[in-house]
């Protein structure tokens, strides 16, 4: 039995989104990115009966955006506002977020790369959460390469990029550390390539 749901969790220069997307062609499961979340969000968040105030979807939808974008990555810069202003939001857009993960996880039949999706899944039945990994040194030299950066922009990006992820996860989920225990699945991508770590991934969720 095939996995229902795919969470594909990332450090930032693993690969892992190439990987998600190569798992959901293989499995022709429907590739959840940033666009797709936003686009469930703007369908979730008004009830059908209310009034299709523009503006109302317009100020849900950015909300999502804000979050989708800051979270788990180094982008994201706080702002000035009192803390407990900040919880509150910060509360409100979890909510929204998992929310909306959840939705997509109930329809199943998807690949959600990122968001962690994998931690707010937890427990759920049917599916698979996996952790596209590599070493520092590894995603510095890819990152490197792909954005043509010097070899420092690209460590600082990464170190930036972890810190970043780190706190999502003990902000959110009241997780300290990032376990390999917190995934069915984990993937090294310093010697596999992306083809090879989502051959691993589809015969691991063809047989959960």
Do not use: W
Request: glycine share 6%; aromatic share 2%.
């Amino acid at each position: 039995m095939t996995a229902r749901v795919v969470c594909i969790s990332r450090e930032v220069g693993a690969e892992g989104e190439t990987v998600g997307g190569l798992v959901a062609e293989r499995l022709g499961l429907q590739y959840v990115d940033e666009a797709v979340i936003t686009r469930a969000a703007e369908r979730g968040g008004v009830e059908e009966e209310q009034l299709a105030d523009t503006e109302q979807r317009r100020s849900r939808i950015r909300r999502v955006i804000e979050l989708l974008t800051d979270a788990g990555t180094a982008t994201g810069v706080p702002g000035v506002e009192p803390a407990s202003v900040r919880a509150e939001k910060e509360e409100a857009h979890r909510n929204l977020i998992r929310g909306v993960i959840e939705e997509i996880a109930a329809d199943g039949n998807a690949v959600i790369v990122a968001h962690a999706a994998s931690m707010a899944l937890a427990g759920t039945d049917g599916m698979l959460r996996v952790l596209v990994t590599a070493s520092p040194e590894a995603r510095v030299k890819r990152l490197a390469a792909e954005e043509e950066n010097a070899n420092a922009d690209a460590a600082r990006l990464v170190k930036d990029s972890d810190a970043a992820r780190a706190e999502y996860f003990k902000r959110f989920y009241d997780i300290d550390h990032e376990l390999p225990t917190h995934y069915d699945l984990v993937v090294n991508t310093d010697i596999l390539s992306p083809e090879q770590a989502a051959e691993i991934v589809v015969h691991a969720a063809q047989i959960s």
